[in-house]
């Protein structure tokens, strides 16, 4: 007998389903367990295994220990596309290792609050940088032949009433900042599946959203995988008919809810919807799930190799992002260091655990804590001491921990601020020691009201279980840091979109207002003038970079031409490093309100001392668009729009002025 992993997929599939009675097929639209699909052994298809898998494999799927990445903010702040793809691959083949054919992500919610919970698995507040980090995240997975499933679509930005609340959101911001990297993942990248979120969108449950589920994601962006939803998600939605119409093709976890087999059963002898129907959306389901089997004759995968923990450190110090660094303070150097106090409730605290944060905790082999990463390297060069009074140097290691109200799933924070002994901790250690740098384990804004009385202020995110030596690499100058903020620090949470009165966040049990419409992030700090902690894009080296004269190939740009820009970057301090060379537009008199400036490119270049290179932009008339709210269509307004480049959000060195039309 042939089984269903030989032979044309579709083929396949078409047999399968001619063979399946109606009660199988039913009983494939809802899991069995936590991470597991049934199978029909009568027709020999296995079970098909999802795993977690924002930032390694997820402990409560596979219950191993498997290596533990950055999380997704951490590769946000590398803005490394290239690091992005190989970490992808690395996860899948984890993944692999465990049995499993489907990773539970990249996750792309955008960063709309500060306070979300799950900011730290994701990866930005802006869709072109989300978009290009799920792009390759994405193709790196799929490369093994595993499933990614980007998620958790759509406008899911808070964890507070994530079971009940509806975010109310226009349609032009859904199209402008939420969707994007959702519309990139099946359109560049071909993702093979979506998570459809807990909440709903405008009233409507995220499982049974059709306009979102068929006519976006299907009929637009051309999306042929399945659609999965949340973890008991599909708890809220109306009947397995409207979801199964809409477009979501598998429950997740077991037992199901609109998709219970009693109640399909009941509702299909009904006439609720037709065998075709079903088929159409089993079709969907098994055709990735016969492609990603074990027994479609996969390599088999790898897990905690010396590869895969070199890529955790390198991602790891990749997105260490130095905030502040006065009078050069960082890297320090050990000849003038021979006592350094290393202090802080994060010193030397494992993260890596199951479960730690929620879905996205891996239960790792090792980690490398910060104290144990500088141990290891400073060797007998400096003694590592606990009081900052008598130390040529301080670091103080602080942030806020997977509990739920911190940086987990299932909580929103309160406040943006850090616990109160922490900062006095700060004030402590700069009163008793002048040199002191303080080194932030943490996944999201913070307020930092000793920020200007403290000489070096470093942002090292949730950097896995290779982060302790990725820190120590930094701190002591055998990487140079090239991260940039991949959102932005306010300086009170009052500052932030999201927060000027409670409708925005976190609404009530029911309903979460959007009023801040595509201003989201830097969009609004730039709107209303707003000075941010630290801002978007923002990033200190060890290096300098000089931006050389922007040259345009012609200054007005018609409808289907490629605008090229160039420029010369030179590598004009004494350390090797890289720069993340960003590139936003705006227009000079929008027909209707549009951010000043927008990201709309940007590119991570390592150069040597000294070195110069030529970097070319290409942009398409897609980098002026914008989604017309009464058309509900992308347009593009002739006129003047100026092109700023920089090396960060405020920190332009090169401008200039093209027309279109
Ligand atoms: C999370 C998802 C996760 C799923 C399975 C849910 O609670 O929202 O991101 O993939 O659980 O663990």
């Given amino acids: 007998m042939t089984t269903p992993y030989e032979g044309d997929p579709d083929a396949r599939v078409q047999s399968l389903l001619r063979e399946m009675t109606v009660d199988e097929k039913l009983s494939l639209l809802a899991g069995k367990s936590l991470f597991r699909t049934k199978g029909i052994p009568r027709l020999a298809l296995a079970p098909m295994k999802l795993s977690d898998g924002p930032r390694g494999v997820g402990f409560h799927s596979s219950l191993r220990r498997c290596t533990a990445f950055p999380t997704g903010i951490a590769l946000g702040a590398s803005w490394d596309p290239e690091l992005a793809r190989e970490f992808g691959e690395a996860l899948a083949l984890e993944a692999r290792a465990v049995g499993a054919q489907v990773i539970l992500g990249p996750a792309v919610n955008i960063c709309r609050t500060p306070l979300n919970g799950r900011t730290f698995e994701y990866f930005t507040e802006d869709p072109e940088l989300n978009s290009r980090l799920a792009v390759e995240v994405i193709r790196g997975i799929q490369s093994t032949g595993v499933a990614a499933c980007v998620k958790h679509y759509a406008a899911n930005n808070q964890e507070t009433n994530r079971y009940r609340n509806s975010s109310q959101v226009s349609a032009r911001a859904l199209r402008e900042i939420y969707l994007p990297a959702f519309e990139a993942a099946v359109r560049e990248a071909d993702v093979w599946s979506v998570m459809a979120a807990y909440n709903a969108v405008n009233g409507v449950a995220a499982c049974e959203h059709k306009p979102l589920l068929h006519d976006i994601l299907r009929q637009e962006y051309g ?209 008793q020691n002048a040199n002191t740098i303080v080194v932030l384990v943490s996944g999201s804004p913070l307020e930092m009201p000793w920020a200007d009385e403290v000489p070096a202020i470093v942002m090292a995110w949730y950097p896995g279980m290779e982060g302790g030596r990725a820190i120590a690499d930094v701190l002591l100058g055998r990487v140079n840091p090239g991260g940039k903020l991949p959102i932005t620090f306010p300086r009170t949470l009052a500052d932030s979109p999201a927060h000027s009165e409670p409708r925005r966040f976190p609404g009530d049990s029911r309903e979460v207002w959007y009023d801040e419409d595509i201003f989201v992030g830097y969009r609004h700090f730039d709107r209303y003038g707003i000075e941010p902690l630290f801002p978007f894009g923002h990033g200190l080296s060890y290096t300098t970079f000089t931006y050389g004269a922007l040259a345009i190939q012609n200054s007005s740009w018609k409808p289907d031409d490629v605008l090229r820009l160039s420029l010369q970057l030179t590598n004009s301090g004494e350390r090797d490093g890289s720069e993340v060379v960003q590139l936003y537009v705006g227009a000079r008199a929008p027909s209707l309100p549009r951010p000043e400036r927008e990201l709309r490119a940007f590119r991570k270049v390592f150069l040597r001392a000294g070195e110069s290179r030529t970097l070319e932009f290409d942009l398409t008339a897609r980098a002026l668009a914008y989604y017309c709210p009464e058309s509900l269509r992308w347009r593009i307004d002739e006129g003047d729009y100026i092109v700023s480049i920089g090396a960060s959000s405020r920190d332009l060195r090169l401008q200039a002025t093209v027309s279109y039309g």
């Avoid at 219970?260 to 799930?289: C, M, N, T, V, Y």
């Avoid at 050990?334 to 010193?347: N, S």
């Fill in 223 to 431: 999306f042929s995988g399945f659609v999965v939803s949340d973890w008991f998600a599909v708890r809220r939605t109306g009947s397995g008919a409207s979801c199964l119409r809409a477009g979501l093709n598998l429950e997740m976890p077991g037992r199901g809810s609109s998709y219970r087999h009693s109640r399909l059963k009941r509702e299909f002898a009904a006439g609720a919807f037709s065998e075709a129907e079903l088929d159409g959306s089993l079709r969907q389901l098994l055709r990735i799930w016969l492609r990603t089997s074990p027994e479609a004759g996969h390599p088999a995968g790898r897990r905690n190799t010396p590869e895969h923990q070199q890529l955790a450190r390198r991602m790891a110090a990749a997105g260490i992002t130095l905030l502040r660094n006065k009078g050069g303070l960082l890297p320090l150097d050990l000849a003038g260091v021979t006592r350094l106090a290393v202090v802080g409730p994060r010193a030397d605290k494992r993260i890596c655990r199951p479960l730690y944060g929620g879905s996205a905790g891996v239960w790792s082999p090792y980690e490398i804590t910060p104290l144990q990463g500088l141990r290891e390297l400073v060797g007998d060069k400096c003694e590592i001491v606990s009081d900052p009074g008598t130390a040529d140097a301080a670091i103080v290691f602080i942030g806020l921990g997977h509990r739920i109200g911190g940086d987990s799933e299932g909580g929103d924070r309160k406040s943006m601020q850090l616990p109160p002994e922490q900062d006095a901790l700060v004030r402590k250690t700069v009163a």
